[in-house]
């Protein structure tokens, strides 16, 4: 029964995800990336409390540290959107410093990413038991493997052949 909730909440996340990232043609790339955004942020919880199904001292110690551990990684997810942003309005004419540039501010948010989450482990291990803290970083891991699966899409990918644009 457990496996069965955990596949209807990934595909209802996932369902979600696709319907907000499913726009009309004339909806730019940022609107749908907010619109992905907005939406997993918004099941993310539910998702969660669905698949980890915390007896009540547990749900009390819990929510508040995870409402707290999102809180810290919101700003992050915010900075690869703004990145997926900056580099969507110009990769035709991308110039060599700016995609490093890019790159590099992309992997400073992964490293923080994974910096908060070694951070809560050993508080979300204060209050769960170790299979069920691995459970909630598995159900993260699969949300954002939605996210990203979702943004790779509207992320188009460098022309090799094309000119790069003349120095100045």
Same mark, same amino acid.
């Given at each position: 029964?457990?496996?069965?909730?955990?596949?209807?909440?990934?595909?209802?996340?996932?369902?979600?995800?696709?319907?907000?990232?499913? *726009?009309?043609? %004339?909806?730019?790339? @940022?609107?749908? @990336?907010?619109?992905?955004? #907005?939406?997993?942020? *918004?099941?993310?919880?539910?998702?969660?409390?669905?698949?980890? %199904?915390?007896?009540?001292?547990?749900?009390? #110690?819990?929510?508040?540290?995870? #409402?707290?551990?999102?809180?810290?990684?919101?700003?992050?997810?915010?900075?690869?959107?703004?990145?997926?942003?900056?580099?969507?309005?110009?990769?035709?004419?991308?110039?060599?410093?700016?995609?490093?540039?890019?790159?590099? #501010?992309?992997?400073?948010? =992964? *490293?923080?990413?994974? @910096?908060?989450?070694?951070?809560?482990?050993?508080?979300?291990?204060?209050?769960?038991?170790?299979?069920?803290?691995?459970?909630?970083?598995?159900? =993260?891991?699969?949300?954002? *493997?939605?996210?990203?699966?979702?943004?790779?899409?509207?992320?188009?990918?460098?022309? =090799?052949?094309?000119?790069?644009?003349?120095?100045?």
């Amino acid at each position: 029964m457990t496996h069965t909730r955990l596949l209807v909440a990934a595909i209802a996340v996932l369902g979600f995800a696709t319907a907000a990232t499913a *726009a009309p043609p %004339q909806k730019d790339v @940022q609107s749908e @990336q907010t619109i992905l955004l #907005d939406t997993i942020r *918004a099941n993310r919880k539910a998702f969660v409390a669905v698949n980890l %199904q915390l007896d009540e001292a547990q749900a009390k #110690d819990f929510w508040p540290l995870y #409402d707290k551990y999102v809180g810290e990684l919101n700003p992050i997810q915010d900075r690869v959107v703004k990145l997926v942003e900056d580099y969507t309005a110009d990769y035709k004419t991308l110039a060599d410093d700016k995609a490093l540039h890019l790159i590099q #501010d992309y992997l400073s948010a =992964e *490293a923080d990413r994974v @910096q908060v989450r070694r951070t809560y482990l050993p508080e979300f291990a204060k209050i769960l038991p170790g299979r069920t803290v691995a459970r909630f970083y598995q159900l =993260e891991n699969k949300m954002d *493997a939605v996210l990203r699966y979702e943004l790779a899409g509207s992320i188009p990918v460098i022309d =090799e052949k094309a000119a790069p644009p003349a120095k100045k």
